[in-house]
């Protein structure tokens, strides 16, 4: 129904149930400031008559349109919680209206959108989110926002990604250790907690840095056993049960560094995995595949040596090698490749970055190898996996 088509009654039952319950004049007035925050807004307004029509229909006893316009005034003049009301001019139609500064419309919809794509949070999670993103536009405005289509995946059943992300902060600024569990899916879908190293599930790590890599928010943290420690990243939405401990976190020499190369850090990894070296590579790139370049790198990647007919170029990025990494090169299909360095007079167009300036041709040679050396281990696997016979040092 849109906001043309509501009656007094409509309006009056779309109100929180608590207006007007005191039937005072302060309660008529805060009835009025919410009449207009949820049925007005810059295009849409109500006339002092049909707000009192409405509060009538709660209480069973009409005001005044003079005790409502005398409220509509004194709203407008106060502007609480930054109300902006406009008052129509001696004879214009239109009634009075609340500029909302909050939120546009076209805002209200991106982040209802972004909730409704969000993966790790539940389907009851999303709707209180949405209804709330909802609620910073009128009911007209409401109306405007188209939803994006969604897959018919199911949520997960259970998340306490924002709890994990609220405590862990806590953690961090207290100074402590979090304690959590962390729990997996087996093949019958049903979630269990992993065992700890203590032969528990409750896990007790000093909590670094949030991160958001690939469409998920981890917490990367400092875990002690197994000995003698070592970097951790928890996906948020497979933590459960997080609380602040009452041990001190760690505040080791290994801690602080990973503290302040957490950025650093997160642009070299693929879904926060990498094996902890980084390593400076060439990238041959067709133009068809240039937009997932710049999607991954982002858009100060820099393509050098592009060939005359506009077909291909190559970019040079740092990356630790994974897993994850080599996914995404042979994802493209051989739109992006890793490169071999041609020589010296080759690298001067990539030179503006430091991390080429710093490096030998022989250290440049030796990451690629050490590149293909790992795809190449990652694709025997997966072809024995498959039961395909590959031979030996083909590429």
Same mark, same amino acid.
């Given at each position: 129904?849109s906001r043309d088509e509501l009656t007094p ?88 209206? #609340?500029? %909302?500064? *909050? ?5 209200? +919809?991106? /982040?209802?959108?972004? @909730? &409704? ?10 709707s209180e989110l949405c209804e709330a993103v ?110 602040? #401990?009452? %041990?001190? *976190? ?5 801690? +602080?560094? /990973?503290?302040?190369? @957490? &950025? ?36 100060g990647l820099r393509i050098r040596h592009v ?89």
């Open positions: 129904m009654e409509d309006m009056e039952g779309m109100l929180s149930e608590s207006a007007c319950s005191t039937r005072t004049g302060k309660s008529r007035t805060l009835a009025v400031m919410d009449i207009l925050r949820a049925f007005t807004d810059g295009d849409h307004g109500l006339t002092a008559r049909e707000i009192a029509s409405v509060i009538g229909a709660r209480t069973g006893r009409e005001p005044s349109e003079g005790a409502v316009l005398s409220d509509l005034h004194e709203i407008a003049a106060n502007r609480p919680l930054g109300m902006e009301v406009i008052i129509p001019a001696r004879g214009e139609s239109g009634g009075f209206r #609340s500029k %909302r500064s *909050a939120l546009t419309v076209a805002q209200a +919809r991106l /982040l209802v959108n972004m @909730v &409704r794509t969000c993966k790790f949070v539940t389907a009851a999670q999303r909802y609620e910073t536009v009128s009911i007209a405005q409401q109306d405007m926002i188209a939803g994006v289509c969604t897959d018919d995946r199911e949520a997960p059943r259970s998340s306490d990604a924002f709890e994990a992300a609220d405590v862990s902060l806590r953690a961090m600024e207290m100074g402590r250790m979090l304690r959590f569990s962390y729990v997996d899916w087996g093949l019958d879908g049903v979630e269990r907690p992993l065992a700890s190293p203590d032969g528990t599930t409750a896990f007790e790590e000093t909590p670094i840095s949030l991160v958001y890599s690939f469409g998920n928010y981890y917490l990367e943290t400092w875990a002690d056993f197994p000995a003698p420690g070592r970097r951790m990243a928890r996906r948020l939405d497979r933590m459960r049960h997080p609380e602040v #401990s009452p %041990r001190r *976190a760690r505040n080791t020499k290994e801690v +602080r560094d /990973l503290g302040r190369t @957490v &950025r650093e850090r997160t642009e070299q990894t693929f879904d926060m995995w990498g094996d902890g070296i980084p390593r400076t590579l060439f990238l041959r790139i067709d133009s068809s595949a240039a937009r997932y370049a710049f999607d991954r790198f982002g858009h060939a005359e007919d506009g077909s291909h170029g190559y970019a040079c990025v740092t990356v630790q090698l994974a897993p994850t990494f080599y996914r995404w090169v042979v994802g493209m299909g051989g739109g992006i490749t890793i490169a071999r360095p041609q020589g010296p007079g080759w690298l001067v167009p990539f030179w503006e970055d430091a991390t080429i300036a710093e490096k030998s041709l022989e250290e440049l040679e030796e990451d690629y190898r050490a590149a293909i050396s790992g795809l190449e281990k990652l694709m025997s696997a997966c072809a024995k996996a498959h039961g395909i016979e590959r031979e030996e040092g083909m590429r």
